[in-house]
Each structure stands twice: as structure tokens, then as C-alpha cells.
């Protein structure tokens, strides 16, 4: 769902890592060592509770801007750069009295009428590089099945205040949302500034079913950049 995150890069004060590949750094306070860490996403979930990973840091963009970005990792923690998708409900689906039909671009056929089963169906491959200065620092790939078995299935109201008619068009809620979950380890990075890419793999294109924009609405076949995060490595 490109549109919704494009559209969030000049909010003041967030790091949001766009899938046509822009980032904004945002400045922020050294966290406090604690046994128990703790993000709160916009609509007020603790996130680290929601993935199951309450003492691990986790790289978390609040994209509605109702609260700060989580950017902040101690080193020395295991951190997890968490990255999802979401696309439309199935079409024919009725909420609060609308009855759901999807919108793609002219020419488009997914293979799946359900726009998550047809993403979910189509990527192959997560590939994570960690970069400081512009040098690579870690660099992993990610297979279709770890990656599956990874990441967690919920829905956009789990983390977001819901509905948003802000992107042009309605999200729902019971929005379907898709979210990777992979860990890091800080130990090997130096304290400052550091940036993290990544790319994901699909064996054809796949559009989320929420307007009829190629451009911020699709993912292309191949490998491509879909987003990328700047992030803080600070003293325990």
C-alpha cells in the first residue's frame, strides 16, 4: 500500500522509509536501558507485546504520526526491523454497511481475488542490508518460507487508528495486514547513525486492491527496494 506510506514522508518529526526508496532521518533522545522494552505504536498498542518480543528493541514506523517513530535500538540488544504490507479485503466484503470492491490499475489481473492471498502467494524472498556511511555492514537473505513463517497476519486496526480516510480512499480496520518480524543483533554496530534496506522478491506484479495507481499502489515482478529506515545504535 505505497499511496498511504509516500504520502507520510513529509510529516515532521518521522522517519518513514518509502517503498520508492526515500528515507528522512529524524532526530531523537538516547533510550534508557531497560529489561523491558517498550514501543507504542499509533493508536497506543505496545507493539513489543503485540509481536511477543517484550525484551527485544524493535525498529517500528508509526506512519499516521500520532506518536514518534521507534528508531532507537541499545547496543548490545537484539532488535527486529519490523516491515509489513497491506493490501484490500477480499472483494464482497461488508463493513459497516459498504460492501468492499477492489480497485487496480488497467490491464492488472491478480491471480487471487483475495489481494493478501495474491501477495502472499507471489513474493519469494526478503533481502535485509545494514549500512552506516554508505558501507554495508550486515547483509541476509531471507527465504519464502522463514520469511512466512516469521512474520504475523493482523489486521491495520492491531497497531493504527482506524478507520484512515486520510490516503484518499477508506482503511478499515479488519484490513488485512501482513508484517515481517526479523532479528538483528547490535553488538557488531558502532553507536550513531545507521540504515537499513529492504528489498523484497515477487514472482509477478501484485497491486493491493485499493486504487488504480501502478505507481504507489503496486509492487513490481522482481526484486525491488520496498523500503528503507534510519535508525540509532545508543549506549546501554
Known amino acids: 500500500m505505497l499511496r498511504f506510506l509516500t504520502r507520510l514522508a513529509a510529516v515532521p518529526m518521522l522517519a518513514v522509509g518509502v517503498l520508492a526508496g526515500g528515507v528522512l532521518a529524524v532526530p531523537h533522545a538516547a533510550a534508557a536501558a ?25 525498529i517500528w514506523l508509526n506512519l499516521q504520526g500520532v506518536r514518534p517513530p521507534c528508531v532507537t535500538v541499545i547496543q548490545g540488544n537484539t532488535f527486529y526491523r519490523t516491515h509489513g504490507w497491506l493490501t484490500q479485503l477480499p472483494p464482497g466484503t461488508v463493513v459497516g454497511g459498504e460492501t468492499i470492491a477492489t480497485v487496480y490499475p488497467a490491464g492488472y489481473q491478480p491471480d487471487h481475488a483475495a489481494p493478501m492471498k495474491d501477495f502472499l502467494s507471489k513474493i519469494v524472498q526478503a533481502r535485509y542490508v545494514v549500512s552506516r556511511d554508505g558501507q554495508v ?11 512466512l513463517a516469521r512474520a504475523k497476519m493482523g489486521q491495520f486496526g492491531d497497531l493504527f487508528v482506524a478507520p484512515d480516510t486520510s490516503p484518499g480512499f477508506t482503511v478499515h480496520g479488519s484490513v488485512p495486514e501482513w508484517t515481517t518480524l526479523e532479528p538483528f543483533s547490535s ?15 515477487l514472482t ?16 513490481p515482478a522482481g526484486e525491488s527496494l520496498s523500503t528503507s529506515t534510519v535508525f540509532d545504535v545508543v549506549p546501554r
Open 34 to 58: 531497560s529489561p523491558v522494552a517498550r514501543c507504542l505504536s499509533d493508536n497506543g498498542s505496545n507493539v513489543n507485546a503485540y509481536f511477543g518480543v517484550p525484551r527485544a528493541d524493535v
Open 137 to 147: 555492514e550486515t547483509t541476509r537473505t531471507v527465504g519464502r518460507r522463514q520469511l
Open 187 to 201: 553488538r557488531s554496530l558502532p553507536l550513531g547513525q545507521h540504515r537499513i534496506d529492504i528489498y523484497w522478491t
Open 204 to 219: 509477478k506484479q501484485h497491486c493491493d486492491g485499493f486504487a488504480s495507481d501502478a505507481a504507489s499502489n503496486c509492487i
